[in-house]
């Protein structure tokens, strides 16, 4: 089928597989991570392989996706680094279009939109999805209107990514609370003319943004998933090197954020396939074993091999300080708990998550967020994971705060 085939509106083929797969690349019907093939992409969009392999070419060019060789192409991951470096940007040089745009708007238009940019509380998702658009659609509208096209069309492939972002943030949003997208101040400022205020309450709007994209990463109810699925090739790291990193990370005092960057670094600690020793991978007769493979000088943090027989199961807990979680071997299984009630030592746990973590998956949990949850290895195989505990393990005895039963009665059991 050729590549320049016209489609029912005139446009080529191309033009409609590039934009059907970048629509779902933005709205995260394409998870982030994972591996997609020109067959399987022409398939679900009932086109022909030619047309798809022209839009994946530009798709790769726009970094949506990047082509692993000889298999396929993987959909762009998103990281920690991606949302700074996103809302850093959008710091630099969207107050600047305001202010260029201020006086020069249409005000009806702008109101239009802005009327079609509010969530209610209990809003269905496909709602909020809608509302997305309409506050990208805003924003790029504001942006045409600064007469600087070049910086327009850096802003509009930003709040492409934008969309991104908020639409893998819904899942961890709760849908009761009004999402902050509307912009009256903002289009009183531009019909006002005046730009100072315009840039003022950009900067803050973008500011809000931020907090929201991050609060929704850093308190995902239960350990989160930083790389989605395996696909990425990793250079590898040793032990020692990874320790430095995480030593610079926890010096750097970056407070909630700390194991969110740790978790980054983790794929490259995976990677490494001399990381244990033979005697540290030995199969055992006991079902559970751990190693401490280092822990910082000043007992900042400590590293550790958790190495868990087929069939295994930890007991229900939470932990004392901050974690992350890699798979090196095997797989495990994590059930997720909330935690109801709490009056006179009784409460109740409600399930609210099974995720299976696979070879390269890493995850994260945070004290301040609930993070109680159990974790079994459902395989055949013997299951090994690298920790990282945010706290001296040999001091403590253990990262665990305390464990639970299904009853409502606390367990008196140990547990790294
Ligand atoms: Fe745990």
């Not at 003022?200 to 809000?208: D, H």
Request: some cysteine; aromatic content about 6%; overall charge neutral.
């Amino acid at each position: 089928m050729s590549v320049y085939r016209k489609a029912n509106g005139g446009e080529r083929l191309s033009d409609v597989a590039f934009e059907r797969i970048k629509r779902d690349i933005v709205s995260a019907a394409l998870q982030p991570g994972i591996e997609v093939t020109e067959a399987e992409l022409a398939r679900r969009y009932k086109l022909g392989k030619a047309p798809v392999r022209a839009a994946l070419l530009r798709l790769c060019q726009e970094e949506w996706v990047r082509a692993i060789p000889r298999k396929g192409y993987l959909i762009a991951p998103v990281t920690v680094r991606d949302v700074q470096a996103i809302f850093q940007l959008r710091q630099l040089l969207e107050p600047t279009a305001v202010r260029l745009a201020a006086g020069h708007v249409d005000g009806e238009h702008l109101k239009r939109l802005n009327a079609l940019c509010t969530a209610h509380p209990g809003s269905r998702k496909a709602h909020v999805a809608a509302l997305l658009r309409a506050n990208r659609l805003f924003h790029v509208t504001v942006a045409r209107t600064c007469a600087n096209d070049r910086l327009a069309g850096i802003l509009e492939k930003l709040h492409d990514q934008l969309e991104r972002l908020f639409h893998l943030g819904l899942s961890s949003w709760s849908m009761g609370e009004e999402l902050p997208f509307g912009h009256d101040a903002l289009i009183g400022a531009l019909l006002a003319g005046d730009g100072e205020a315009a840039a003022r309450i950009s900067a803050a709007e973008i500011e809000t943004g931020r907090k929201i994209v991050m609060n929704a990463i850093l308190s995902y109810p239960g350990p989160m998933q930083v790389h989605f699925g395996g696909g990425m090739r990793w250079e590898s790291i040793t032990l020692r090197e990874f320790a430095e990193e995480v030593a610079q990370i926890v010096m750097a005092g970056k407070g909630m954020e700390a194991p969110v960057r740790v978790a980054e670094k983790m794929p490259r600690l995976l990677a490494n396939p001399n990381l244990l020793t033979a005697e540290q991978v030995a199969s055992a007769t006991n079902a559970y074993r751990q190693y401490l493979l280092y822990r910082h000088p000043d007992g900042w943090f400590s590293i550790l091999a958790l190495v868990r027989e087929a069939g295994h199961s930890s007991p229900i807990h939470d932990h004392t300080c901050w974690g992350v979680v890699g798979v090196y071997q095997g797989e495990e299984r994590e059930q997720r708990y909330l935690l109801a009630g709490g009056t006179d030592g009784q409460y109740g746990l409600i399930p609210s998550g099974v995720t299976h973590h696979r070879r390269g998956d890493v995850s994260y949990f945070d004290p301040n967020s609930p993070n109680i949850h159990s974790v079994d290895n459902p395989s055949r195989e013997t299951a090994i994971s690298i920790h990282v505990y945010g706290a001296d393990i040999r001091e403590l005895g253990g990262s665990i705060r305390k464990c639970y039963s299904l009853d409502g009665q606390t367990v008196p059991e140990a547990h790294p």
